[in-house]
């Protein structure tokens, strides 16, 4: 059963970077190339909202207007892990960051359709 951890989240000034991480685990299909990957943002009080999500192949690649031009997807297959490059950061970027998978395309990057969920990890951006 496919299984996702999160890592690198942590307290970081305005301006500064950070690198996520989601690396699965037990999954059937031979490669996580075959999955969506996304990342999402849950701010205190707010809504779960989709901050960027990959295709299979990396064929197709979503942004949140929030997060374009700063925030950078990427996946190392061989490694099983997909990561979430934040630069640029801002008090508002601050929440708990998930990653989520589901196998095959789905349209956009909307909660919904990711199956499985990583516990999260906490980004805190402030000075």
């Known amino acids: 059963q496919l299984q996702l951890v999160e890592s690198g989240g942590g307290l970081v000034q305005p301006g500064g970077s950070l690198r996520l991480s989601c690396t699965a685990s037990g999954f059937t299909l031979a490669s996580l190339d075959y999955y969506t990957i996304g990342w999402f943002r849950q701010a205190p009080g707010k809504a779960r909202e989709g901050v960027s999500c990959i295709s299979p192949s990396n064929n197709r690649i979503y942004y949140a207007d929030s997060a374009k031009g700063r925030f950078t997807i990427s996946r190392d297959n061989a490694k099983n892990t997909v990561y979430l490059q934040m630069n640029s950061l801002k008090p508002e970027d601050t929440g708990v960051y998930y990653c989520?998978?589901?196998?095959?395309?789905?349209?956009?990057?909307?909660?919904?359709?990711?199956?499985?969920w990583g516990q999260g990890t906490l980004v805190t951006v402030s000075s």
């Open positions: 989520a998978a589901v196998r095959g395309v789905v349209a956009g990057c909307l909660a919904e359709y990711l199956e499985v």
